[in-house]
Nanobody, 125 residues
Framework: QVQLVESGGGLVQAGDSLRLSCAAS????????MAWFRQAPGKEREFVAT?????????YYAGSVKGRFTISRDNAKNTVYLQMNSLKPEDTAVYYC?????????????????WGQGTQVTVSS
């Protein structure tokens, strides 16, 4: 059974940093694209960042986080990370890890087959 488990969320102040982790189990995801999405209260789930599978790593970011967030992966640990710097109150959301049955990194939510339960990130002003 495939499981994605996020961790690393919390309450921080504006300008602080956090690193989210997503540990996958049940199969190896080294060849699969993985991504982070987020959902703020009253809003739809939105794309944050994605990283391709395989040896040629490609990453894409939402415009709102580009330059502040970095997605990376450690295939030996079957884990993907989201380093979040210069956090803003508008980054407050539940952050979800996702994986898809393809190595292509894309931002469409519907393309992802596996989802974690989410981790709360709250940024105070």
């Amino acid at each position: 059974q495939v499981q994605l488990v996020e961790s690393g969320g919390g309450l921080v102040q504006a300008g602080d940093s956090l690193r989210l982790s997503c540990a996958a189990s049940g199969r190896t995801f080294s060849s699969n694209a993985m991504a982070w999405f987020r959902q703020a209260p009253g809003k739809e789930r939105e794309f944050v960042a994605t990283i391709s599978g395989g040896s040629d790593i490609i990453t894409y970011y939402a415009g709102s986080v580009k330059g502040r967030f970095t997605i990376s992966r450690d295939n030996a640990k079957n884990t993907v990370y989201l380093q979040m710097n210069s956090l803003k109150p508008e980054d407050t959301a539940v952050y979800y890890c996702a994986a898809r049955d393809s190595g292509w990194a894309i931002f469409e939510l519907e393309a992802y087959n596996y989802w974690g339960q989410g981790t709360q990130v709250t940024v105070s002003s």
